[in-house]
């Protein structure tokens, strides 16, 4: 579980982080409906690579971290039915954070990505 700061979660959340629970993309499950995709530019899968899930009827994101090489999906927290077992383990993207947004001092922060 992850914060991250960068420009394109600013972007889509119209604040300064995403909160994300990041999963192996064969547990994850949609219990209702199916997601529509829209892809973007990423420093790790390249360009228009990066696939975000989004509801059909309401616009919210709902996933994230999709492409090339990944093994993972990003969920945002926001979106679990039940959010509050949500505990970030590192602050990521700080090279994109906004000086208003909180950011926990007790977790490790990273430039861009967490070393792997």
Not at 35 to 40: A, G, I, M, R
Not at 72 to 99: C, N
């Amino acid at each position: 579980m992850f914060k991250c700061h960068c420009r394109d979660c600013q972007h889509v959340t119209g604040g300064g982080h995403t909160p994300v629970v990041y999963v192996p993309a064969s547990t994850f499950k949609l219990t209702r409906g199916k997601l529509s995709y829209f892809k973007t530019d990423s420093e790790m899968m390249g360009p228009h690579n990066h696939r975000r899930g989004f509801c059909p009827e309401c616009g919210s994101r709902l996933t994230g971290g999709e492409g090339p090489g990944m093994t993972g999906i990003g969920v945002t927290a926001g979106s679990l039915d039940d959010p509050r077992g949500f505990k970030p383990a590192v602050e990521m993207w700080m090279s994109d954070a906004q000086p208003w947004d909180l950011v926990d001092p007790a977790l490790p922060q990273f430039k861009k990505y967490p070393e792997r």
